[in-house]
């Protein structure tokens, strides 16, 4: 019998599942949080309500409900939907909303913050401007403005340099540090190329070399340690190198959309988060079909999730 090729996915299956793998990556690592690997249920069995006895995160928090990093992911998608400019400012509205009322939480609660987020909203209230409310001390480099930087690689955008700007510009609002800064762009170049359709090593390869010739030589040291971050052992931590190269294993490792969150939530620790940056890209290489029925039922929230989805196609039209 002559091989079908599988048909090439189409973008809006691509940006739908880039959306809906991040939250339902995020929203299944979130009973799962602080526990270390060792700790954590077979795999096979992690899903969005844990098995009888785990004692999971967030005990008052309903199964299939994102957390912080997703109803950022939706903030920035929605300024986005407005266009680049005054994107700090912008952001740091949209934070300070979903910070003071769960604006773009399921259920307008907010569960989980960072430590770093909470200074930067501190920060913001006391007027800083947004542009300099992230905290800039190598200390500062948390995952938390990597986990919901997907939106930015989103929308279209004329070359590499405009991706990397709303990347560095999504970041600075909380994270300053350059390599937090980097980390996005990384990231966010990776995710652009996703959805252009090529496989997640070239993509990797692509989005490193073109920031290996585009860094200022300021930023090149911490480029390194960015990069050789690859080299140092896996735990799914709250600090932006770990939990990019957990994320990268947790792609690279899978092929498929199920088995790649669950081996980002088999590290252990910040699962959320880890499930919600390898989700998003799990979402775009393998689009919305791929994400399980079952989870993308289970997900709450989803008529806030639509029409953004809604004008994030229009775009592309
Ligand atoms: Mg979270």
Same mark, same amino acid.
């Given at each position: 019998?002559?091989?079908?090729?599988?048909?090439?996915?189409?973008?809006?299956?691509?940006?739908?599942?880039?959306?809906?793998?991040?939250?339902?990556?995020?929203?299944?690592?979130?009973?799962?949080?602080?526990?270390?690997?060792?700790?954590?249920?077979?795999?096979?069995?992690?899903?969005?309500?844990?098995?009888?006895?785990?004692?999971?995160?967030?005990?008052?928090?309903?199964?299939?409900?994102?957390?912080?990093?997703?109803?950022?992911?939706?903030?920035?998608?929605?300024?986005?939907?407005?266009?680049?400019?005054?994107?700090?400012?912008?952001?740091?509205?949209?934070?300070?909303?979903?910070?003071?009322?769960?604006?773009?939480?399921?259920?307008?609660?907010?569960?989980?913050?960072?430590?770093?987020?909470?200074?930067?909203?501190?920060?913001?209230?006391?007027?800083?401007?947004?542009?300099?409310?992230?905290?800039?001390?190598?200390?500062?480099?948390?995952?938390?403005?990597?986990?919901?930087?997907?939106? =930015?690689? +989103? %929308?279209?955008?004329?070359?590499?340099?405009? !991706?990397?700007? *709303?990347?560095?510009? /999504?970041?600075? &609002?909380?994270?300053?540090?350059?390599?937090?800064?980097?980390?996005?762009?990384?990231?966010?170049?990776?995710?652009?190329?996703?959805?252009?359709?090529?496989?997640?090593?070239?993509?990797?390869?692509?989005?490193?070399?073109?920031?290996?010739?585009?860094?200022?030589?300021?930023?090149?040291?911490?480029?390194?340690?960015?990069?050789?971050?690859?080299?140092?052992?896996?735990?799914?931590?709250?600090?932006?190198?770990?939990?990019?190269?957990?994320?990268?294993?947790?792609?690279?490792?899978?092929?498929?959309?199920?088995?790649?969150?669950?081996?980002?939530?088999?590290?252990?620790?910040?699962?959320?988060?880890?499930?919600?940056?390898?989700?998003?890209? =799990?979402? +775009? %290489?393998?689009?919305?079909?791929?994400?399980? !029925?079952?989870? *993308?039922?289970?997900? /709450?929230?989803? &008529?806030?999730?639509?029409?953004?989805?809604?004008?994030?196609?229009?775009?592309?039209?």
């Amino acid at each position: 019998m002559p091989q079908t090729q599988p048909t090439p996915l189409s973008i809006r299956s691509r940006l739908r599942g880039a959306v809906y793998g991040l939250l339902v990556g995020d929203a299944l690592g979130v009973p799962y949080e602080f526990s270390n690997a060792a700790e954590l249920p077979e795999l096979r069995l992690i899903e969005m309500a844990p098995p009888d006895g785990f004692r999971r995160a967030h005990p008052g928090v309903p199964a299939g409900t994102w957390s912080d990093d997703g109803a950022q992911a939706l903030h920035l998608l929605k300024v986005l939907l407005d266009g680049d400019h005054a994107l700090e400012s912008r952001f740091a509205d949209g934070l300070q909303s979903w910070h003071s009322s769960g604006e773009l939480t399921p259920d307008g609660r907010v569960f989980d913050i960072g430590i770093q987020t909470q200074e930067a909203l501190a920060n913001l209230r006391r007027g800083v401007p947004p542009s300099q409310s992230g905290p800039c001390e190598e200390r500062n480099n948390g995952n938390g403005s990597l986990m919901r930087v997907l939106p =930015a690689a +989103l %929308l279209p955008a004329a070359d590499d340099r405009v !991706l990397i700007d *709303r990347a560095r510009r /999504q970041s600075l &609002p909380t994270h300053g540090h350059p390599r937090s800064l980097l980390a996005c762009a990384l990231a966010t170049l990776v995710s652009a190329r996703l959805l252009r359709g090529l496989s997640f090593v070239e993509a990797l390869d692509g989005a490193q070399e073109h920031l290996e010739e585009n860094t200022s030589e300021s930023e090149r040291f911490e480029l390194r340690i960015l990069l050789n971050g690859r080299f140092d052992p896996l735990s799914g931590s709250g600090y932006v190198v770990d939990c990019l190269w957990s994320s990268v294993a947790a792609v690279l490792r899978t092929r498929n959309f199920e088995d790649c969150v669950r081996c980002a939530i088999g590290f252990g620790n910040d699962t959320d988060t880890t499930a919600c940056v390898a989700g998003g890209w =799990a979402g +775009l %290489l393998y689009g919305e079909q791929g994400i399980p !029925l079952r989870w *993308r039922e289970q997900l /709450q929230g989803k &008529p806030l999730v639509e029409p953004l989805l809604d004008r994030l196609l229009a775009a592309w039209e």
